[in-house]
């Protein structure tokens, strides 16, 4: 799958306007359509450079699998998980100053619905979604202070 933005390119700088700096939206996403026989559609969008096991920025999962993008904010359709703050949502990137970090914007396709809890975290995430995993995009943006 290919997942895209018109806000920036794969590896491209992310616009302050999503971010702590700016308005704090998530930008919009657009991916392409799934395998056929997918059932579900998750979303992660995660910052690997932050701390030792990253930071979470959104997690979402039972998303309709015709939804082939966001405007902007989180997709809504699904179930959200917890984000790395410990509560449903979006978190706008917000990096301590120096080295940029990298957000990776993953867009997975499963095999079947998920049966994750509502308050899963992002290790119960993956550890229920193994297995199911039939295709996944992946946009990377970077942003530093």
């Keep these: 799958m290919t997942v895209t933005s018109p806000a920036f390119t794969d590896g ?6 999503f971010t702590c700096s700016g308005t704090g939206t998530m930008p919009a996403l657009s991916w392409s359509t799934p395998p ?28 309709d699998p015709a939804v082939t993008g966001t405007s902007h904010g989180p997709v809504m359709t699904g179930v959200r998980g917890m984000n790395g ?18 957000y990776e914007f993953n867009v997975f396709a499963l095999s079947k619905p998920s049966e994750i809890a509502p308050t899963a975290t992002v290790t119960q995430f993956l550890d229920d979604i193994k297995g199911l995993v ?11 202070r």
């Design 12 to 17: 491209g700088t992310i616009p302050t306007e």
């Design 36 to 63: 056929a026989g997918t059932k579900e559609l998750a979303l992660l969008v995660f910052d690997p450079d932050a701390g030792t096991n990253g930071f979470v920025h959104s997690l979402e999962w039972g998303i």
């Design 85 to 102: 703050r410990g509560s449903e949502g979006w978190v706008p990137p917000c990096p301590p100053p120096g080295a940029p970090h990298h």
């Design 134 to 144: 039939v295709a996944r995009g992946k946009l990377t943006g970077l942003y530093g």
